[in-house]
């Protein structure tokens, strides 16, 4: 009776991870930090190559790890056409904010395509990619093209404070025309 009691206790006065309360402060890249992610037959890699005055000069390496570009990131982590990831800091459980984009239209309308993306923070979860298993904050986005009528489409973004960056970023289809997922396959950052 007195295992079965305990087993109980246990059971129940745990709080499940994911929904513990957590704060999450932005981090610092340094010279050198490295991702490499696949999505489908693409290979990104990104280096982040030194400080600007507001931010950090990433190099964008192909498969064959050749430049195709250089990217300014700001503090927090945002660069120019950033669409899925947009965190306000520190990332903390149940946060949620909006920010808007612009597009040229890429569906046979002219003009400008206006989005209004939402995004919460959802909590913790453990996720394997190709690079390991870490402990990530879930966030879940909504992206509604405005100009279109509201068309939302679904996202999730699952940021690993280890990793200084996100672990995985999945598009749901529908919205999108396939379910999209990049994942992490390796990274080097300093401590």
């Not at 190709?130 to 940021?159: E, L």
Request: glycine content about 6%; aromatic content about 12%; overall charge negative.
């Amino acid at each position: 009776m007195k295992v079965l009691m305990a087993l109980w206790i246990m059971l129940f006065s745990v709080t499940p991870l994911a929904a513990q309360p957590i704060s999450i402060d932005r981090p610092t890249w340094t010279n050198g930090d490295t991702w490499t992610y696949r999505e489908g037959n693409l290979t990104l890699t990104f280096v982040v190559r030194g400080e600007t005055s507001n931010g950090y000069a990433v190099e964008r390496l192909d498969k064959d790890r050749h430049h195709v570009s250089m990217m300014h990131w700001d503090r927090d982590l945002l660069f120019e056409d950033a669409v899925f990831f947009h965190p306000q800091w520190p990332l903390e459980t149940g946060k949620q904010w909006q920010f808007t984009h612009h597009t040229t239209a890429g569906n046979g309308i002219s003009g400008v395509n206006d989005y209004v993306v939402t995004e919460t923070v959802v909590g913790v979860e453990s996720v394997s990619v190709p690079a390991g298993t870490f402990q990530s904050i879930r966030i879940h986005g909504k992206d509604c093209n405005i100009t279109q009528h509201n068309y939302c489409g679904d996202f999730d973004v699952w940021y690993a404070p280890q990793v200084k960056y996100t672990v995985r970023i999945k598009r749901q289809a529908g919205y999108w025309s396939t379910n999209d997922t990049r994942e992490l396959v390796s990274y080097k950052v300093s401590p």
